[in-house]
């Protein structure tokens, strides 16, 4: 019997999914590079941006997460950095999230803390060409892993968990201890790690973590 077109293109189209499926890695954590940024309560908005609705800038993997358009300044006792991301929606409490090396620049001693723990935090000012506020939440933020309730539970952990996570990149070979399991019902997975800690592992664009498995004790 005759070959058609048609039944190349199909068979073609069969050997593509099947090497997908034997290629694809279930366990690959997609890495996202958190650079500095701005969440705002709607009250600290409204002064830095009088008359202005938050508008998107583009989309980010969390649902309903989003950079805007708008930036601020931050302004610390030694120095500033210009043109910080305003991220969306409004929250309750404004904070201000910056890798390690900054504080440095700012002259904060910024806590390593997950997003919200904002107790004992510094205090920066944000600076806009409409208004200014002054903002008490300065942390760097711990690196974490957001995951679905599904994710959770095939990699055997809880929220608030730690975990070891190995990064293969060009070239180099990173552990990360102490990553946070953030997980919730409609998170999308993907790892967390700032500016300092992702340059440090040569991340790049298609680069993917894994989570070690923790050892049973024999003791």
């Known amino acids: 019997m005759a070959v058609t077109e048609n ?15 034997v290629t694809a890695d279930p366990n690959a ?6 650079n500095h940024h701005i969440h705002l309560a709607q009250e600290d908005f409204d002064k830095l941006f009088p008359g202005q609705q938050m508008t998107k800038f583009k989309q980010l ?11 601020c300044d931050v302004i610390g006792p030694h120095g500033s950095l210009e043109h910080v991301r305003v991220l969306g929606p409004c929250r309750s409490h404004s904070q201000v999230e910056i890798a390690n090396s900054e504080t440095f620049k700012l002259g904060v001693n ?52 730690t975990v070891t996570v190995e990064i293969n990149s060009n070239g180099r070979r990173t552990i990360f201890d102490d990553v946070i399991a953030r997980p919730r019902k409609d998170f999308t997975l993907e790892m967390h790690l700032d500016t300092d800690e992702a ?14 498995p923790k050892v049973p004790s024999t003791f």
């Open 7 to 21: 039944d190349l293109r199909s068979l073609i189209r069969q050997i593509v999914v099947a090497c997908t499926e």
């Open 110 to 161: 910024a806590p390593l803390r997950l997003s919200g723990d904002l107790d004992g935090t510094p205090s920066v000012k944000l600076r806009t060409k409409d208004g200014e506020v002054t903002v008490q939440g300065v942390i760097v933020a711990k690196r974490h892993i957001h995951m679905s309730l599904e994710d959770a539970q095939r990699f055997g952990v809880k929220l608030g968990d």
């Open 61 to 71: 993997k969390q649902p309903g997460e989003f950079a805007a358009e708008q930036t």
């Open 199 to 212: 340059s440090a592992a040569n991340v790049q664009a298609d680069t993917v973590a894994h989570i070690i």
């Open 29 to 34: 954590i997609p890495i996202g590079i958190s």
